[in-house]
């Protein structure tokens, strides 16, 4: 009887999960589980950081000063300036949850991405936007926001009614959200692949079917799987970082419309 073959994992064994027991709701899945585990993690890191804080930080507060001062230096001051303190509730936690739930792909036994699947991604970047249009509408009201924003001062009227201001709305109701949530997707979905391949080629060849010539095509399956472990943790944390930026962005287009 012939030994089966090595059989890369198909993206339904990766991403599609079942309900965790017979007779569960369809919708408690493992992504749902890791999803709520990662917010608490979130709530707890922020207890621990700064339910007592001290005038000289230590500890995890000082851990928690660091990711402050980072979010709001480099996330969130060159979107909104002045008013970066503001949103800093929400930039942090927005920070900090899509960055835990991205770490999740590396922790053993857990490792899946919450933001690779896609509902996640859906729903921060449909927050973040419902928050950029009511600041938007409210601040500014809706038609003087769109008159702003589709017929810029300077630009031929002409050329903004006819060519402008069309491409302005699809980019306004359709472009920015679509790509705020599959940009994060699209990463975490092609990371959490490759390491699964590579992963599965590290183990196939060198634990399940070991032989001499497959033997080093393993090992350098868990090379480049250590490998791609690193950058896939940085990668990680820069799509934490482009998400947040990205949600301050909108923001403060929605503040200052002219801009």
Not at 218 to 233: K, M, N, R, S, Y
Request: hydrophobic letters at 60%.
């Amino acid at each position: 009887m012939a030994s089966p073959e090595f059989r890369a994992p198909s993206p339904q064994e990766l991403f599609d999960f079942p309900a965790l027991w017979d007779g569960a709701p369809g919708w408690l899945t493992k992504p749902v589980v890791l999803a709520v585990l990662g917010a608490l993690v979130v709530c707890g890191l922020a207890w621990a950081a700064f339910a007592r804080p001290k005038l000289v930080p230590r500890g995890m507060q000082n851990v928690g000063e660091v990711v402050y001062l980072f979010v709001r230096e480099q996330a969130a001051r060159p979107s909104l300036g002045k008013d970066s303190d503001r949103w800093m509730p929400l930039l942090l936690s927005v920070f900090l949850l899509v960055l835990v739930w991205n770490l999740l792909a590396v922790v053993p036994v857990l490792q899946f991405p919450v933001t690779a699947h896609a509902a996640f991604p859906w729903v921060l970047a449909i927050v973040v936007y419902v928050v950029k249009l009511w600041v938007a509408f409210t601040r500014h009201g809706v038609f003087r926001y769109l008159r702003t924003i589709l017929l810029p001062p300077g630009l031929p009227r002409a050329l903004a009614i006819t060519l402008y201001a069309p491409l302005e709305l699809v980019h306004f109701f359709v472009t920015a959200p679509f790509t705020h949530a599959v940009r994060l997707l699209a990463n975490m979905f092609a990371g959490h692949t490759l390491l699964a391949f590579f992963s599965a080629v590290g183990y196939w060849f060198v634990i399940e079917r070991p032989t001499a010539p497959g033997f080093a095509v393993g090992v350098l399956g868990v090379v480049v799987t250590v490998l791609l472990t690193g950058f896939e943790i940085f990668v990680q944390f820069l799509q934490a970082y482009l998400f947040t930026m990205l949600a301050a962005l909108y923001i403060g287009s929605s503040l200052k419309p002219e801009h």
